[in-house]
C-alpha cells in the first residue's frame, strides 16, 4: 500500500507518519509513506527524525497549490491520500485570510482533481470541528449545517463542500473527518496549550482571552490519528465522521491545568482582549464513528497533558 500525506511534517501530520511507520496501526502495516509538505514555519523536518532512516518513507517538498508539482507526487498512484495540510491558526486568519482560501481551499481542489486524475484509491480529508460554528449546549452531529465564523473555519468548510463534490460528482472515494481542538508534543506553540507552556516555562505570562469561559473539547493527537485510520481504512465513502476527545474544558479551566502542570501560581494569567469573532463553544457527537468503527479516545487528559509539558520542557531546542 502507498499512503500519499499531506503535511506530513507538520504537528498531526507527523504524528500520524510516525505511528504508521512505527507500526501503531496494523490496518496499515507495511505501507510506503510519501509525504508531501511546504515546510513553511509549522511544518518542520525534525518531526520525522525518528522515522528518517525508514526505506518506507519518502519526503517530498511542495506546495499543494501547486497543480504540477501535486500531479508529480501523485503521478505513481497512491492507494490512499490522508489530506492534513492546511493553515490552521485562527488568529493567523483574522489578520490575514489570504493564504488561508488558497491553500485551504485551491489547494484542496488541486489535490482532488490530482487524486482523480491519477487514480487514487481513497482520499482522507482532515477537518475540524470549527466548520459548525458554536454551540451553546449538546453537541453537533455530522449533519449540522456549516456555519463557520472565522476566516481559517470557512476556509475548511469550503474545502470540505469541494471534497463532498468530488464524492458526489465525480465518483471519487472520498471520506472527511472533523476533530475537536489537537494537543500534545510536536505542536508549534503559536496554539493556546504550547504557547502557554513555552512561555510559562520561560517565566513569562500567558494570554487569556475574553472572560476565559469559551468551552473546547481536547483531544490528544495520538487518538485522532486512529480515528483518521479507522475512517480511512473503514469508513463508508461520502461521509463524514467527527472525532472527539471527551474532555471539556473552559479556557479558565485548561489555564489553570497548565499552571498546575508547571509550578506556577494565577498571577502568570493576562487577561487580554477577547479574539474577534471568538466561537463560545465547540463541541462534536462521535457516536457515530464509535459506532461504526469502534473509535473512542484512549488518552486521558490529564495522562496526555502532563506527557505534552515534559515533551516541551525536554525539548528546549524546537521552540526556543
Request: glycine share 12%; hydrophobic share 40%.
Amino acid at each position: 500500500m502507498r499512503i500519499v500525506v499531506t503535511g506530513g511534517a507538520g504537528f498531526i501530520g507527523s504524528c500520524f507518519v510516525r505511528e504508521v511507520l512505527g507500526g501503531a496501526h496494523p490496518e496499515l502495516a507495511g505501507a510506503e509513506v510519501t509525504v508531501l509538505d511546504a515546510f513553511t514555519y509549522a511544518g518542520r523536518i525534525e518531526n520525522l527524525d525518528t522515522v528518517a532512516g525508514d526505506p518506507r518513507l519518502t519526503v517530498e517538498r511542495g506546495d499543494v497549490r501547486d497543480p504540477e508539482r501535486v500531479a508529480a507526487v501523485l503521478g505513481d498512484g497512491a492507494d490512499l491520500v490522508v489530506h492534513f495540510a492546511a493553515e490552521t491558526h485562527v488568529d493567523r486568519s483574522i489578520t490575514g485570510a489570504a493564504d488561508f482560501v488558497t491553500t485551504n481551499v485551491v489547494g484542496t481542489q488541486v489535490l482532488l482533481q490530482a487524486a482523480l486524475d491519477a487514480g487514487v484509491g481513497r482520499f482522507l480529508h482532515v477537518s475540524t470541528d470549527e466548520v459548525y460554528g458554536s454551540v451553546e449546549s449538546g453537541s453537533w452531529p455530522e449533519t449540522h449545517p456549516l456555519e463557520p465564523n472565522s476566516p481559517y473555519s470557512a476556509a475548511k468548510a469550503g474545502s470540505d463542500l469541494l471534497a463532498r463534490s468530488y464524492h458526489r460528482t465525480h465518483g471519487l472515494d472520498v471520506v472527511i473527518t472533523r476533530c475537536s481542538n489537537n494537543y500534545g508534543p510536536y505542536q508549534f506553540p503559536e496554539k493556546v496549550i504550547p504557547l502557554f507552556v513555552t512561555r510559562l516555562l520561560e517565566g513569562g505570562t500567558v494570554p487569556l482571552y475574553g472572560d476565559g469561559l469559551h468551552v473546547r473539547d481536547w483531544l490528544h493527537v495520538s487518538d485522532h490519528c486512529r480515528g483518521v485510520v479507522l475512517a480511512a481504512t473503514g469508513g463508508r465513502a461520502g461521509e463524514v465522521y467527527n472525532i472527539g476527545g471527551g474532555t471539556e474544558l473552559t479556557n479558565l479551566e485548561l489555564t489553570h491545568a497548565l499552571l498546575t502542570a508547571v509550578g506556577a501560581g494565577p498571577d502568570r494569567i493576562e487577561r487580554v482582549a477577547d479574539r474577534k469573532g471568538h466561537d463560545r463553544r465547540y463541541a462534536v457527537d462521535w457516536s457515530k464513528i464509535h459506532d461504526e468503527l469502534g473509535y473512542a479516545p484512549r488518552v486521558p487528559f490529564d495522562e496526555g497533558l502532563a506527557a505534552t509539558v515534559a515533551w516541551y520542557r525536554e525539548h528546549r531546542d524546537r521552540w526556543t
